[in-house]
């Protein structure tokens, strides 16, 4: 199972990006090299970082996958019908 560090590499590496070119302001490429290392746990404030520069979610960054998520906001995607409203649909006459 690939862990955070190895999926930051992964991406990275496949974008073409040294280290220092995916570091900023708040997520150094030191931290970086520990992070692919394992001997840092990425902040939720660095993996969303992180994820925009790679252009993936934070939660793929962390899980390694995307499943049940909204690919525009990133929120949870509801399982079965969305209620729109509730109680009856009122019918309104046409104008």
Known sequence: METVGQRVRRLREER???QRELSEPGVSYAYISRIEA????PSLRALRKLAATLDVTALYL????D?????HCGRPKPSGPVPLAEGPIE???MP
């Open 16 to 18: 073409g990006l040294s």
């Open 91 to 93: 019918k309104r006459p």
């Open 38 to 41: 394992g001997a840092r746990r």
């Open 62 to 65: 962390e899980t390694g996958s």
């Open 67 to 71: 499943e049940g998520v909204c690919p």
